[in-house]
């Protein structure tokens, strides 16, 4: 071989190294950790229905990022059951995986949400539990109620617990305070776990002190953290979602229309009212409270109570109807769950006192909205002020006919007196009620006597 051509041999074995070695650096890069994209959804305070939108929307756009994790930080004492249960919906079935960091506590509604997640990390002196409904109040013994709604609790985690591959009876004693687990939890007593015991009975999978360390042994160390926070929707839909707010949007929004409809033409209560529902229905349709049925429901009972109003005046079908449509499209904007869960739960009759709250509200409103009505300065311009009693002289007649025309005044009947018609007078024609019988026209008559501005004939014989 030619030192030309050992050169050449040379040069492209060195080539073929440094590719070699280019697509093994690439190769590494690939797969690394350094590439994944960790969404963290903090879980922290109060779990309401404002919060059911904004976890479901993180984990949808998780879902579309390659290789992405969805890690939910938490730190709640509880909040509402139909809340987390959407919120565990949403984790449980979310198409990546998904990460429960729990620091200090998961407490009631946020054992459920951690529990659905595929792997739990929890911090030292951390617990998770305490999941008894309390709706019926602090008894040793809940009520009938109670006992629908803890039958529902237990069996939703238990089940989330057990396609997680936890133990459901662990789950389950969170719960019930029936349940006893020997070396675990004795009957009387709802299972509340501390960080060692979660990690020993299989309940959490690691120990890690900071969110840097959760990522250190879930082995993404290295990931691309990406904060996630409430949108200004979602803020909107966790304040409207409050029962007390949503009473007091409502009472606002009936009263403005029930102004609007008490006085003709359309201003500012009109338009108060209007912007007040449209923020209730708005709050709740980001929350996933009020679908297009409920829409539905309320605007066609706000049509047929208008079609009452200024079609078919009177209070009848069309304007019960509307009451009621309104009524039911509210009361199931308030609900969350399933109609018959929710009935289950007790949830209806919470709909129902916000809703029956909001229309005391407005009915009491209303009657001191009409008792004051006259007074205010927009309403003088349509209602009568001062009265004209008949000692001042009111009469629906001119009073020179009486003047004019004394008793004893002779007159023709122009048309017949069944007892009232019409008689000419000197040329005049007056309203006229015969004495008694019958007074066929072209009669002559008699005026007798003034009564009610009419005058009061006998027929001439």
Not at 74 to 81: C, H, L, N, Q, S
Request: hydrophobic share 50%.
């Amino acid at each position: 071989m030619t030192k030309s051509r050992r050169t050449k041999a040379v040069w492209a074995f060195l080539v073929l190294i440094g590719a070699a070695g280019h697509v093994l650096g690439l190769q590494g890069d690939t797969p690394g950790a350094e590439k994944t994209m960790v969404f963290r959804i903090p879980i922290q305070g109060t779990i309401d229905l404002g919060l059911a939108p904004f976890v479901s929307r993180v984990v949808k756009e998780a879902s579309e990022a390659e290789g992405a994790v969805v890690l939910l930080d938490i730190d709640t004492f509880g909040g509402r059951v139909d809340a987390a249960v959407l919120i565990r919906d949403a984790v449980i079935e979310a198409p990546v995986r998904t990460v429960a960091f729990i620091d200090p506590r998961a407490i009631s509604a946020g054992a459920l949400i951690s529990l659905a997640c595929e792997e739990i990390v929890i911090a030292p002196g951390g617990s998770i539990g305490a999941a008894t409904p309390i709706t019926g109040g602090a008894t040793e013994k809940p009520e009938a109620e109670d006992e629908k709604f803890m039958s529902y609790m237990r069996t939703e985690m238990r089940t989330t617990a057990e396609r997680r591959g936890r133990r459901g009876d662990v789950a389950e004693a969170m719960v019930d305070r029936e349940i006893e687990i020997e070396g675990v939890v004795e009957n009387g007593k709802v299972l509340t776990l501390t960080t060692e015991e979660a990690l020993n009975l299989k309940i959490a999978d690691h120990e890690a002190e900071t969110l840097e360390d959760a990522l250190e042994v879930l082995g993404l160390s290295g990931a691309t953290i990406e904060e996630r926070d409430l949108n200004w929707a979602e803020i909107v839909a966790r304040a409207v979602s409050e029962p007390t707010v949503s009473s007091l949007l409502m009472s606002i929004g009936f009263l403005g229309i029930l102004i609007e409809l008490y006085q003709p033409g359309w201003g500012l209560p009109g338009v108060v009212g209007l912007l007040s529902l449209g923020t209730f229905f708005f709050g709740h349709h980001v929350a996933q409270l009020a679908g297009w049925e409920e829409l539905l429901l309320f605007g066609l009972g706000a049509a047929l109570m208008l079609l009452e109003v200024f079609v078919i005046p009177g209070f009848g079908i069309a304007g019960v109807s509307g009451a009621i449509l309104m009524a039911a499209g509210v009361l199931m904007s308030l609900l969350a769950l399933d109609l018959r869960v929710s009935w289950d739960l007790g949830l209806v009759n919470r709909a129902l006192v916000t809703l029956s709250t909001s229309i005391i509200i407005t009915a009491v409103a209303g009657i001191f909205m009409v008792r004051l009505f006259p007074a205010m300065g927009a309403a003088r311009r349509m209602v009568l002020s001062q009265s004209l009693g008949t000692e001042e002289g009111f009469s629906a007649h001119d009073v020179s006919e009486k003047e004019s025309f004394p008793v004893g005044t002779i007159g023709e009947a122009i048309t017949d007196l069944r007892p009232s018609g019409k008689i000419r007078v000197e040329r005049m024609r007056l309203d006229a009620v015969s004495e008694g019988g019958y007074i066929a026209a072209g009669a002559g008559v008699k005026i007798i006597a003034w009564h009610s501005g009419n005058a009061v004939v006998r027929e001439q014989a």
